[in-house]
């Protein structure tokens, strides 16, 4: 796993500890509470890194380890 | 009676769909456990998250975050976004691999071979299989529980206890019956069809849900000043996290890992067609899991605002809170589609993990023990359907002594499974990981597991936090350490694998 990625995990999962908006009673949009909007948005960053992950740090070594050998 | 209809309906149209999966069969042990490695990317990323998020993921988010406010977003689903995906990437595709080149089934299978050990099965059969039951029973009750609420006043004279709902032992028997017979029938072919359709069908029902309450608790003209008079509603301690331990938020972040040691998902990830099958489920996990969680978590909340009377009986079980919701605001039709959507994420988990343990069983040990050529492919199938069978039947039984909180059973079995992490990512990754040092870990794991779960009183202290200098600490962090030491450790006082045994998995 590149150190490049595993950089990105290890913000994401600082920023998820959000100590920030712990006690925050702020209502983005009027409606959602801050700290779950927050999360929500940590959701998004998730999706948005394992995409990066997928197209620049794929093993691609593993396709080719397995072509033709199915034995199970 | 609509709703039972409706309920009665969609239960059928299962029992259709795994008769066509089961038109497909080839008749081979690797067609019934493993669909031929045939299932492509969109399939993989449907039945996997169909298989994830569970009772767990609707009716308990949904309670919890009644009990507890919109903390129970962060605790459990964006640290699953992240954490999730990781272990697929990093543990799944390259299980996958392994699974693919040498012609593994089980987890069991590629623990014995990587392990250079025949009785490291013997240790990890019954643990896995005792973590996978609380898992089962999460679905198995909440889903008796859906039932009965969502039924009641359909048979008056019948069930007058349960003010006319079906009682909740013969919906869960109901529904143990469905899920057995297509997975019987269909097997992984099966499952992973009736995962993907349930998957869709839970996931816009639920958005649908979500709208629908939303209208019928606010009583305003548009969906937006409905979400607004609830929002502005919301008590603070359910808005914030003010009574929320700092440190008990971040040890939950160990819960995630359990998927990289769930039996069941390690199959499904053997069903993959190739590695690249694997990208789009990465991907898009952690936005399904907020399409699910964050409808299901505003509900909660709004469930504490007082714009709808949660009666009693409802407050003791939080697990009904969604169900309840459904019934009084959504009318008969909506709420008899939007209980099938409840009941379709149960089922969802509820099948693969039936035909894992039964896998398990008839590779693991019948074949293993009795050798591989002792049986035919049907004699396989055969008897992985047997197990499956008794598997349904201890579960409906264990369901009956109708423990109380969907969430807290959860907890423990995923706190099991993650305190596990660490052998599988060492098997995978570390040369110098010796049986010696697994079954120093795996020992380990199960002590400390079931010295907790007693000092939790066996689960019915739900808030039970270890106090460590002043701070509370989930019980998984102390687990997992443990179980991290004693693999370690060990491994590192014992024998280095053979040379031979080392070729085999690393380059």
Known sequence: MPRSLLAVVFILLVLHQDNWFWADETLVFGFMPIGLFYHACISVAAGATWLWAVKFCWPAELEKDTKGEPSA | MTPFLIIIGYLGLLLVLGFFASRLFTGTKSDYQLASHSIGPFLLLMSIFGTTMTAFALVGSTGEAFKEGIGVYGMLASSSGIIHSLCFFVVGVKLWSLGRRHGYTTQIQFFRDRLDSDRIGLLLFPILVGLVIPYLLIGVIAAGGVVETMTSGAFPDFFEATKGGIPRNLGSLAICGVVLCYVFFGGMR??????????????????????????????????????????????????????????????????????????????????????????????????????????????????????????????????????????????????????????????????????????????????????????????????????????????????????????????????????????????????????????????????????????????????????????????????????????????????????????????
């Not at chain 2, 190739?274 to 996990?285: D, G, N, T």
């Not at chain 2, 409802?314 to 809170?321: F, G, P, R």
């Not at chain 2, 969430?407 to 040369?431: K, N």
């Not at chain 2, 004693?486 to 080392?502: D, I, Q």
């Open chain 2, 190 to 507: 099966g499952t992973a069809w009736a995962n993907a359709f349930q998957t869709m069908v839970f996931m816009v029902l639920g958005i649908v849900a979500f709208g629908v309450i939303a209208s019928r608790l606010g009583g305003e003209e548009t969906l937006l000043a409905n979400l607004q008079k609830l929002g502005e509603a919301i008590p603070k301690e359910k808005l914030t996290r003010v009574e929320m331990s700092k440190m008990k938020f971040f040890t939950y972040l160990l819960i995630p890992l359990s998927v990289g040691m769930f039996p069941h998902l390690f199959q499904h990830w053997l069903t993959a067609k190739s590695a690249s099958s694997f990208k789009l489920p990465i991907v898009m996990h952690p936005i399904f899991i907020m399409i699910v969680w964050v409808p299901c978590v505003l509900i909660g909340v709004w469930a504490t605002t007082g714009f709808v009377k949660i009666p009693p009986p409802v407050q003791a079980n939080a697990n009904i809170v969604l169900p309840f919701l459904v019934k009084v605001k959504a009318g008969p039709v909506l709420g008899g589609f939007l209980t099938a959507g409840i009941l379709a994420a149960v089922m969802s988990s509820l099948d693969s993990q039936f035909l894992c343990l039964g896998t398990m069983f008839s590779t693991d040990i019948v074949s293993h023990y009795a050798g591989r050529e002792r049986f035919t492919d049907r004699q396989n199938v055969f008897i992985t359907r047997g197990f499956i069978i008794a598997i349904v039947a201890v579960t409906y039984a264990c369901s009956l002594a109708q423990p109380k909180s969907v969430f807290t059973l959860g907890i423990w079995c995923f706190s099991g499974f993650a305190s596990l992490f660490p052998l599988v990512f060492a098997a995978v990754y570390w040369r110098r990981l010796t049986k010696w040092g697994a079954y120093a870990g795996v020992l380990a794991t199960i002590s400390a597991w079931i010295y907790f779960f007693r000092a939790a009183e066996w689960g019915k202290n739900r808030s039970y936090t270890i106090d460590v200098a002043g701070y509370e600490v989930m019980p998984v962090a102390a687990i997992f350490l443990a179980s991290l030491v004693a693999m370690v450790g060990v491994s590192l006082v014992t024998r280095p694998p053979k040379a031979a045994t080392l070729a085999k998995f690393f380059d």
